[in-house]
């Protein structure tokens, strides 16, 4: 580490946790600038005020598999009546089908393309993140809140660091969901009540998270860095 050290400026890892993991290892702080992914807004609606109709389901989004912690959501989501919808393939993905599929409020999509399940996200009351290793910088979390879809995500990795919790924050920033502890099945069950009780500004997250995470807002800040 040292002598890639001496012959780099800086290190932009796009979390916090990233950075925090590399100083761990060895890095100098000094050495690192954060700068967090972007996504295409190109491929999102327009935000409107249509954003703060949500309808009363929530949504899994990735890959059905042991360690995104998708066998813990299910577990929480049989307790509850709410309906979720899981968008995603994986080899977990048979085993959930045949154990759950005796209650109809646990939905399983299979895999999705974008144009396909972004409807389903942007109308979602909420999208959950149950992940049970430690994730980068998940573009999902993103995706879900441009399109004003709020998001329960685990305590873990660099998920929290683009959750903003209401009372947890500065007051200028937006609240865009709730965190949990990983693999925690009643804190996660809780959690989801809460969230759907809780009373979000939808279009706010959308056009806070479009600002924030734009391809051209990155520029800028990749731009600065390199001056």
């Not at 809460?194 to 995470?213: G, L, P, T």
């Not at 391809?215 to 860095?225: F, I, T």
Request: hydrophobic share 40%; net charge negative; charged share 25%.
């Amino acid at each position: 580490s040292d002598l890639l050290q001496k012959y780099v400026d800086w290190f932009l890892p796009p979390s916090k946790f990233m950075m925090d993991t590399c100083v761990k290892g060895g890095y100098s702080p000094e050495k690192f600038r954060v700068l967090c992914n972007f996504i295409d807004v190109t491929k999102l609606p327009e935000v409107s005020s249509k954003i703060q109709v949500k309808e009363d389901y929530y949504v899994y989004l990735g890959r059905v598999n042991e360690v995104k912690g998708v066998r813990t959501l299910c577990k929480a989501a049989a307790q509850l009546d709410k309906k979720l919808i899981v968008i995603g393939d994986g080899e977990l993905l048979p085993e959930l089908k045949e154990t759950y599929k005796n209650y109809s409020h646990i939905e399983f999509k299979g895999l999705m393309q974008w144009e396909e399940f972004m409807p389903i996200l942007q109308k979602a009351r909420m999208m959950v993140l149950p992940a049970e290793w430690s994730e980068n910088n998940p573009l999902t979390v993103i995706e879900s809140q441009s399109l004003g879809t709020p998001v329960l995500g685990a305590n873990i990795g660099g998920i929290p660091e683009l959750i903003v919790e209401d009372g947890k924050s500065a007051a200028a920033m937006v609240p865009n969901g709730m965190t949990f502890t990983s693999g925690d099945v009643e804190e996660l069950k809780d959690k989801i009540e809460k969230m759907f009780a809780h009373d979000f500004d939808y279009q706010a997250i959308a056009k806070d998270a479009i600002e924030r995470y734009s391809s051209e807002a990155y520029y800028h800040k990749l731009m600065e860095y390199y001056k």
